[in-house]
């Protein structure tokens, strides 16, 4: 989906150009606390409207697509609190600072989605059993479409967003967001074949929609997981290691560690030089290499460099 002019315009915009003499972890944080304000009003908007046709039409299939958008609403909360914590210093306690608290907010966005999903699947069971008329479909059907378009525009929101700041939760925010859309879309399907003379259609949809939050729960959390765990993809491991190999008088790099915490990306590399380098000459070898990495790699943020003579390197390596 393309957004208008106006609204590529406004994702534009926003701390980052604004700020450019700040601290870049900071502004990324702002950043991403921007992203979530904005995207926070555009669900609770989409929400209140879907509220309002479900208390007067009884539509258990809107009922669980608002619940999981109010969800997705709610989820900003903790990211929230996460990219505030962010911008706090390390301390004594907590030297590599407080850049995982982010992970952990992805945690708990996990277990919004989850709750949702089995609110949903729990009232669409019940209407099985206890079935109701749906009523005002054409206003089920509307507010079906508004839901897809407020989500679809969110999920492209904090996405990009995401992207650009490298934070994990808020783009696996967004995709939860955009699959919220899809699953807004099918009301409509429930809607028609309520038309159709088939009332099941309607908990059906809802039940298709709980398994699709489900679907996200597993997807998502395998990405904050992973992150929890230290994981990074195999391909910024490459892309440090040839990056180091580029800067005149490294001769080898013989170990690369990277974590995220949050959206930081930190790193410790170990580089050979040549045996006949001073200690001092040495040093400013590593500093050049930091230097290089922070311009080649995408949200590195800290960099650890350690030079081992080439000799020592070879008998380390055996």
Known sequence: MQL?????DFLAKGPVGAKKGLDAVATTSERGIWALKWSFIGLAITSLLQVIVFFYSGSTALLADTIHNVADAATAIP????????????????TYGYGRIEDLAGVAI??????????????SIQRFYHPEPVRYLWAVGIASVIGFIGNEVVAIFRIKVG????????????YHARTDGIASLSVLLGVIGIWLGFPLADPIIGLIISFVIMKIVWRSGKDI?????DGVDPAVGDAVRASA???????????VRLRWLGHKLNAEVDVTVDDTLSVGQAHELGNQVVAKLRQDVQYLTNALVHTDPATAAVHQHA
């Open 163 to 174: 992207k650009e700041i490298g934070s994990a939760a808020l783009v696996a925010d967004g």
């Open 79 to 94: 990211l929230w609190i996460a990219f505030r914590y962010t911008n706090r210093a390390p301390t004594k306690r907590f």
């Open 245 to 255: 190999l580029r800067v005149p008088g490294v001769r080898g790099v013989s170990n």
């Open 225 to 229: 997981f992973t992150r929890l765990l």
């Open 4 to 8: 208008p002019q106006f609204l590529q």
């Open 110 to 123: 996990l277990l919004i989605i989850l709750a949702s999903g089995l609110i949903a699947g729990y009232e």
